[in-house]
């Protein structure tokens, strides 16, 4: 494929399917830990209301598979940034954003990490004996998606797309 | 008059696997030793493989810096080595009597990587000191 396309283009389709699965993943997750941390118990009225009234528990499989995914394509873009990005990044002096990088790539692997519970405990939603548990590593996924989604994102500003 | 609810309707797991009691042993025990795994694993720098990305050469474990060869990347080797090492947690974790296994706190499960992010945060010193001399 590279071959066909110049490397450019190549990297920058690859970023780009990384910020497609983000944002589903994003949006997924945001769902889940507005419905864990401010059920709905009266019928869904304004948009608020209807955002936190999803059917949380069927997002479970569909954020673990997301997650996967835009880990995996964002390690394999992870090898052009580390040439191409990030050596320019600190000749710039760019300190701080070379940081939060690579303080992004220890958040995904600990965020890696907590699936397996996440989907258990979602997957068992009925029991009670999860709803604390279930709720907390929801949050704290979802803070670090977040997390990830907007130290990529300021990345790219600096220096990201077509750069 | 009656009140409808639109609270999540809790039906029971229909996949075997969210059923199975070993599985949750093993989900648990990956889940609150994996951020423990990690940390661990990036202080000693144990990682399963090194990557050096302009010269395309995947070894294992750790190698240190070469000349003409670029940078080199840890960190998959980091992250490689927290799953194999929590999975085998996991699974030893699958033979122990559940009645031993369902005593594991479950709030551990969301409270360690919220533990980890300090120690992540220090571990990037060699960033922040950077951008604290300019």
Known sequence: MRSLISTNTFWTLWLFVHLICALGLLGALTHQAMAVALPVRKPAAGIVSRFRAVPAAGYATAVCVLYVITFLI??????????AIRIPLEAQHYYKTGGFFDFKEHV????????PAYWYFWKNAQNPEYDNARKGVTLVLAAMVWFLFIVGHVLNNTRGFAS | MSTTTTAPVMTQPTSSLARSSKFRAFAI??????????????????????????????????????????????????????????????????????????????WLVWVFPILAIPYVVYSLMYWWRLAARQ
């Not at chain 2, 694993?41 to 190698?63: D, F, M, S």
């Not at chain 2, 840890?74 to 999975?87: E, F, R, V």
């Open chain 1, 108 to 115: 995904a692997s600990l965020g890696l990490v907590l699936l």
């Open chain 2, 29 to 106: 025990t990956f889940s609150i030793s994996g951020p423990v795994i990690y940390c661990v694993i990036q202080h000693l720098n144990y990682p399963l493989v090194t990557y050096w990305p302009a010269i395309e050469r995947l070894v294992w474990g750790l190698e240190a810096a070469r000349p003409n060869s670029g940078p080199n990347m840890l960190w998959y080797g980091w992250t490689l080595t927290t799953i194999i090492i929590a999975a085998a947690l996991g699974i030893v974790a699958m033979l122990i009597p559940e009645r031993i296994t369902k005593k594991i706190p479950l």
């Open chain 1, 74 to 83: 964002g390690s394999f873009i992870y090898t052009q940034y580390r040439i």
